[in-house]
T-cell receptor
Framework: AQTVTQSQPEMSVQEAETVTLSCTYD???????LFWYKQPPSRQMILVIR??????QNATENRFSVNFQKAAKSFSLKISDSQLGDAAMYFC??????????????FGKGTLLTVNP | DVKVTQSSRYLVKRTGEKVFLECVQD?????MFWYRQDPGLGLRLIYF???????EKGDIPEGYSVSREKKERFSLILESASTNQTSMYLC??????????????FGPGTRLTVT
C-alpha cells in the first residue's frame, strides 16, 4: 500500500521568508499524481499545487513551487515570500494510477505552518 | 468554481443515535468521498463512490455506511453513533476528466461530537 510521510509536524517561518515543507512517499507505481493541500484554521481545504509523475518539470503556482525527486520519492513544497495568510495545515497527498489505488488520495498527517510577523 | 457543501458545520448527537451527514456537489463530478480528520492522524478515507449507487470501502469503514442515490449527493450514515466517532468529517468530490482530473474538492467539514 502507498504511504505518505510528512516528517515535520510543525514548522514556522518569518513573514517574507522562504520555507520548505517535506514529503516522502512509498510506491511501486511509475505513473501517479502528487498534491499539496492547504487547510487554514477553521476553513475549507484547498488545493495548492499538483504534480504529474511523468512530468520532469517541477510545478509552480505563483509563490508556491515543488521539488519533485522521483527516484528519491520526495515531493517538497517551497513557499516563497511567506505571508500571514499562508498559515495553515499543509497536507501532501498521493494518487496512484492503477488498480485499486486509482480512486483515492492517500494523505500524509500534515505539517502545521506558522507565519510570524 | 466547484462547490461542495455539507449539511451541518457542527453537530452534537447522543450515543446510539443514527446520524446522517449530507454532502452535495454542483460540478457533476463522478467521484465522491468521505473522510474523517483527527489530530495527528491526517485524513482517513471512510468510503467513496465512483458512480450513482456504487460504493467502495475506504480504510476505516467500520461503523459507517453510505448512500448515493443521485450523482450530486453522497450521504454518510452512522448507524449507532459512538463516542469514538467524534471527529471532523470532510466530504470531497473529483472528476475523471478534464485538466483538473483527480483533484479533490472539499466541503467545509462537519464537526461531530457524540456524547
Amino acid at each position: 500500500a502507498q504511504t505518505v510521510t510528512q516528517s515535520q509536524p510543525e514548522m514556522s517561518v518569518q513573514e517574507a521568508e522562504t520555507v520548505t515543507l517535506s514529503c516522502t512517499y512509498d510506491t511501486s507505481e511509475s505513473d501517479y499524481y502528487l498534491f499539496w493541500y492547504k487547510q487554514p484554521p477553521s476553513r475549507q481545504m484547498i488545493l495548492v499545487i499538483r504534480q504529474e509523475a511523468y512530468k520532469q518539470q517541477n510545478a509552480t503556482e505563483n509563490r508556491f513551487s515543488v521539488n519533485f525527486q522521483k527516484a528519491a520519492k520526495s515531493f517538497s513544497l517551497k513557499i516563497s515570500d511567506s505571508q500571514l495568510g499562508d498559515a495553515a495545515m499543509y497536507f501532501c497527498a498521493y494518487r496512484g494510477n492503477s488498480g485499486g489505488s486509482n480512486y483515492k488520495l492517500t494523505f500524509g498527517k500534515g505539517t502545521l505552518l506558522t507565519v510570524n510577523p | 468554481d466547484v462547490k461542495v457543501t455539507q449539511s451541518s458545520r457542527y453537530l452534537v448527537k447522543r450515543t446510539g443515535e443514527k446520524v446522517f451527514l449530507e454532502c452535495v456537489q454542483d460540478m457533476d463530478h463522478e467521484n465522491m468521498f468521505w473522510y474523517r480528520q483527527d489530530p495527528g492522524l491526517g485524513l482517513r478515507l471512510i468510503y467513496f463512490s465512483y458512480d450513482v449507487k456504487m460504493k467502495e470501502k475506504g480504510d476505516i469503514p467500520e461503523g459507517y455506511s453510505v448512500s448515493r442515490e443521485k450523482k450530486e449527493r453522497f450521504s454518510l450514515i452512522l448507524e449507532s453513533a459512538s463516542t469514538n466517532q467524534t471527529s471532523m468529517y470532510l466530504c470531497a468530490s473529483s472528476s475523471w476528466t478534464g485538466s483538473r482530473r483527480y483533484e479533490q474538492y472539499f466541503g467545509p467539514g462537519t464537526r461531530l461530537t457524540v456524547t
